[in-house]
């Protein structure tokens, strides 16, 4: 990877970058999505680094599987629970990152997380609105938000809920692939999103990991007039009590392609 510094993508940004960021939310594709929230919290938060502690992702953990009722599915509601924080940090980030080449202070030791009722991230609250990115290759941009924040946090998810990381990897995959379509469609979008795009497709990172978020979802010639968006991975929501198959789940039979349907 390049470790070259590169320039502001949008140097116009530097003036107030919290402004421009929520000024993109105002614009569809985006306005139907939460923004961030910036400047010293005025309700109840957890340090971002508190979810490392084992003792603390254990609690909350069971107090969101509690919610769903006695004997609850541990495994799926940590699965569960992941989809909320995945979200909340992953869409306002990546959309910094795409649409004005700027890198979120979203490192364990600068943000806030506002707890919602079962004990989900219902909210981000950020310090500031972050510094133009440090690297703009390709794939480098993204490495602050995958190798520092979730990579620590899917291992510590799959070490309290004894799940899968690759379940947790495929939740989060879904919700970047969906940054980069969405992004795609901002009138600010200026062609970043494609890297975005590009990093699901790449197999092997160039450090010569594999990359866990390697084709987290598919679009598949099931009949209909366009292909349908089916994830590569269930995330096992179903096991908890009232929730059934999401749309976009490969367990559903509508998702299998014909040959696997017994045709």
Same mark, same amino acid.
């Given at each position: 990877?390049?470790? @070259?510094? %590169? ?6 940004? %530097? ?29 109840? +938060?957890?340090?971002?680094?508190? /979810? ?6 254990? !609690? ?8 769903? $009722? &006695?004997?609850?599915?541990?495994? %799926? ?7 909320? *924080? ?8 990546? @959309? ?5 080449? =700027? ?9 806030? /997380?506002?707890?919602?009722?079962? !004990? ?13 990115? *440090? ?8 490495? =602050? /938000?995958?190798?520092? *924040?979730?990579?620590?946090?899917? $291992?510590?998810?799959? &070490? ?19 940054? !980069? ?12 999103? $494609? ?28 009949? !209909?007039?366009?292909? +349908? ?13 009232? &929730?059934? /198959? ?15 349907? $017994?045709?």
């Amino acid at each position: 990877m390049s470790n @070259v510094a %590169a320039k502001p993508s949008r140097p116009w940004v %530097a003036a107030d970058p919290v402004e421009t960021l929520l000024a993109l939310y105002r614009q569809p594709p985006l306005d139907r999505l939460k923004a961030p929230t910036f400047g010293v919290p005025d309700v109840p +938060t957890i340090a971002a680094s508190d /979810l490392l502690d084992a003792e603390v992702l254990e !609690g909350v953990i069971s107090r969101f599987t509690a919610s769903f $009722g &006695e004997g609850a599915d541990r495994k %799926a509601a940590a699965s569960i629970w992941s989809k909320f *924080h995945f979200s909340s940090v992953s869409i306002p980030t990546l @959309v910094a990152n795409l649409l004005l080449g =700027y890198e979120l202070p979203v490192g364990f030791d600068h943000m806030r /997380l506002e707890l919602g009722d079962k !004990g989900q991230t219902a909210r981000i609250w950020l310090p500031d609105g972050g510094v133009p990115l *440090h690297l703009q290759a390709p794939l480098a941009r993204f490495d =602050y /938000l995958f190798d520092d *924040h979730f990579a620590p946090l899917v $291992g510590a998810l799959a &070490e309290v809920s004894g799940l899968s990381a690759k379940v947790f990897w495929s939740n989060l995959g879904a919700y970047v692939e969906f940054v !980069g379509k969405t992004c795609s469609q901002h009138p600010a979008f200026a062609g970043a999103g $494609g890297s975005l795009l590009d990093y699901l497709t790449t197999k092997t990172l160039p450090d010569g990991r594999r990359n866990p978020l390697y084709q987290p979802v598919r679009y598949l010639e099931l009949g !209909g007039e366009t292909p +349908t968006r089916v994830r590569r991975l269930c995330c096992i929501k179903y096991r908890l009590p009232g &929730e059934p /198959l999401c749309g976009g789940c490969p367990l559903k039979p509508e998702n299998r392609p014909a040959k696997r349907r $017994g045709k």
